[in-house]
């Protein structure tokens, strides 16, 4: 029988291939581990934990200014960047210190090394020129920023830089609309920066509902984010004091930052994967089965390296299912049904199930429940925003299909939501639940007539 220095060796220590780790072990198999940059991944080195702590310290500007309405006044605000940097920068050390303390408990060994694969069952650590085997190999180096090649892209940043500006710009010009460029967007003007918001398509938010793709651009507006649709970047020219920034409108912008945010891409070049026979899909991706199994039977993938659902629990769940599967006898596939997410924009999105369009699709027979309402706060804040609330329910069993949310908190409302629609719930249910009052929640156990015609 073959002799391998570890039963599992993963490349990649974030969320997924941490968890697999230490279930792993748990399982009694002899683990290692190996991250070139920091333990912790994307998640909680550079995106959305950090990016979170960023969320909450652009809001305070709105805050203080509805605080006004209820008999504050708030004179000499001041906000410092570098505080924020450093406070945060705090944070992530003692996050990354847990992901270690985690990985040691677990009597993974760990190993601060970039990591490629020499064929199926052997990596080399490329900093110590080190040769190690393993019985099953896990790819979890999840991915990296993209952007294209435009003249002058090479003058842009994203959101990894993001989060280490040695000052804050007066003016940003952001370039897309997803989870990423809307949350900066939202950041950087909350933080009193000119933001200006770029988009090749009709619309922000491709992928949601379009209620609160329309509603959102709306209130981001208000709030004076400057989103141009229907453009595209076709030049960033550095200038003397500014970048002028060509737009396909024929407009130049003069900006002191460009910021893109145009998806992600998966970190597979490099790590030896073609070498091993490992398949790689349409952008570079690990192609897997429902198990994480790639064509390389004793090599898994899991996370954004995958072209599956690129978020964090998503890659934790895939890292425990591999777990399960692998070691515990215990095949288990993950269900990508009924996910909730949150964009924590200006205001908020919280989401599960299915957008309008794609349950018109799978329900010929659909019920459309849609509140728009000012929020309680702002009747004394004076803020003009609405409040978006929205269920769509399949006519024919009843069940709620769609939960789409958009206001304050409202990753927390899908959140529990979500919990009710993966028990089945239906609309009936959701009348038959007593109201919480005063809470804007209430509207979705409250709401009784359908939306007569199309949702906008």
């Given at each position: 029988?073959?002799?391998?220095?570890?039963?599992l060796?993963?490349?990649?220590?974030?969320?997924?291939?941490?968890?697999?780790?230490?279930?792993?072990?748990s399982?009694?198999?002899r683990?290692?581990i190996?991250?070139?940059?920091?333990?912790g991944?994307?998640?909680v080195?550079?995106?959305c934990?950090?990016?979170?702590?960023?969320?909450?310290?652009?809001?305070?500007?709105g805050e203080?200014?509805?605080?006004a309405?209820?008999?504050?006044?708030?004179?000499?605000?001041k906000?410092d960047?570098?505080?924020?940097?450093a406070?945060k920068?705090?944070?992530?050390d003692?996050?990354?210190?847990?992901?270690k303390k985690?990985?040691?408990?677990?009597?993974?060994v760990?190993f601060?090394?970039?990591?490629e694969?020499?064929?199926a069952?052997?990596?080399?650590?490329?900093?110590?020129?080190?040769?190690?085997?393993?019985?099953?190999?896990?790819?979890?180096?999840?991915?990296?920023?993209f952007?294209p090649?435009?003249p002058?892209?090479?003058?842009?940043?994203?959101?990894?830089?993001?989060?280490?500006l040695?000052?804050l710009?007066?003016?940003?010009?952001?370039v897309?609309?997803?989870?990423i460029?809307?949350e900066?967007?939202?950041i950087?003007?909350?933080?009193?920066?000119?933001v200006?918001?770029?988009?090749?398509g009709p619309?922000i938010?491709?992928?949601?509902d379009?209620d609160?793709r329309?509603?959102?651009?709306e209130?981001m507006?208000?709030?004076?984010?400057?989103?141009?649709?229907n453009?595209?970047?076709?030049?960033?020219?550095?200038?003397e004091?500014?970048y002028k920034?060509?737009?396909?409108?024929?407009?130049?912008l003069e900006?002191?930052?460009?910021m893109?945010?145009?998806?992600?891409a998966?970190?597979?070049?490099?790590?030896?994967l073609e070498?091993a026979?490992?398949?790689?899909?349409?952008?570079?991706?690990?192609?897997?089965?429902e198990?994480?199994?790639?064509?390389?039977?004793?090599?898994?993938?899991?996370?954004?390296?995958?072209?599956?659902v690129?978020?964090?629990?998503v890659?934790?769940?895939e890292g425990?299912?591999?777990?399960?599967t692998?070691f515990?006898?215990s095949?288990?596939?993950?269900?990508y049904?009924?996910?909730?997410t949150?964009?924590?924009?200006?205001?908020?999105?919280?989401?599960?199930?299915?957008?309008?369009?794609?349950?018109?699709?799978?329900h010929p027979?659909l019920?459309?429940y849609?509140?728009r309402?000012?929020?309680?706060?702002?009747?004394?804040?004076?803020?003009?925003e609405?409040?978006?609330?929205k269920?769509?329910?399949?006519?024919?069993?009843?069940?709620?299909?769609?939960c789409h949310?958009?206001?304050?908190?409202?990753?927390?409302i899908?959140?529990?939501?979500?919990?009710?629609?993966h028990?089945?719930?239906t609309k009936?249910?959701?009348?038959?639940?007593?109201a919480?009052?005063?809470?804007a929640a209430?509207?979705?156990v409250t709401?009784?007539?359908?939306?007569?015609?199309?949702?906008n």
């Amino acid at each position: 029988m073959t002799s391998y220095d570890y039963d599992l060796f993963i490349i990649g220590a974030g969320s997924g291939g941490v968890r697999a780790a230490r279930m792993s072990a748990s399982y009694g198999a002899r683990v290692a581990i190996a991250e070139e940059y920091r333990f912790g991944g994307t998640c909680v080195i550079r995106g959305c934990v950090p990016k979170k702590l960023f969320v909450y310290a652009g809001r305070f500007k709105g805050e203080f200014e509805d605080a006004a309405g209820f008999g504050w006044r708030i004179d000499g605000v001041k906000f410092d960047w570098q505080t924020l940097l450093a406070n945060k920068d705090r944070e992530i050390d003692r996050l990354e210190g847990l992901y270690k303390k985690t990985l040691k408990n677990a009597d993974a060994v760990s190993f601060q090394d970039r990591a490629e694969l020499v064929d199926a069952h052997s990596v080399k650590l490329v900093g110590a020129d080190r040769i190690i085997t393993a019985r099953t190999i896990l790819i979890a180096t999840g991915g990296h920023p993209f952007v294209p090649d435009i003249p002058g892209s090479e003058n842009a940043i994203t959101s990894n830089e993001a989060f280490h500006l040695e000052a804050l710009p007066k003016r940003i010009l952001i370039v897309g609309a997803g989870y990423i460029a809307v949350e900066f967007a939202s950041i950087f003007n909350g933080l009193g920066v000119d933001v200006v918001q770029v988009y090749r398509g009709p619309q922000i938010m491709r992928g949601f509902d379009d209620d609160l793709r329309d509603g959102l651009s709306e209130e981001m507006r208000k709030r004076g984010v400057d989103i141009r649709v229907n453009t595209n970047v076709m030049e960033i020219a550095p200038g003397e004091d500014a970048y002028k920034v060509k737009l396909s409108t024929g407009d130049v912008l003069e900006t002191d930052l460009v910021m893109y945010a145009t998806g992600r891409a998966p970190n597979s070049s490099g790590l030896g994967l073609e070498r091993a026979g490992v398949e790689l899909g349409w952008n570079g991706h690990v192609v897997v089965d429902e198990y994480s199994k790639t064509s390389v039977d004793n090599i898994y993938a899991v996370g954004d390296v995958t072209d599956r659902v690129a978020l964090t629990p998503v890659a934790i769940r895939e890292g425990a299912a591999f777990a399960e599967t692998v070691f515990n006898d215990s095949p288990v596939s993950v269900d990508y049904s009924g996910i909730p997410t949150a964009v924590f924009s200006e205001p908020e999105i919280g989401t599960v199930g299915l957008t309008e369009a794609e349950a018109r699709e799978k329900h010929p027979k659909l019920d459309v429940y849609k509140s728009r309402f000012r929020p309680m706060k702002h009747t004394l804040s004076g803020r003009d925003e609405k409040m978006i609330m929205k269920l769509l329910v399949d006519g024919d069993s009843d069940r709620v299909v769609g939960c789409h949310v958009l206001g304050a908190d409202a990753g927390e409302i899908a959140q529990s939501v979500a919990i009710a629609m993966h028990m089945g719930a239906t609309k009936a249910d959701f009348d038959a639940t007593m109201a919480l009052h005063p809470s804007a929640a209430e509207e979705l156990v409250t709401m009784r007539e359908k939306w007569q015609g199309e949702s906008n």
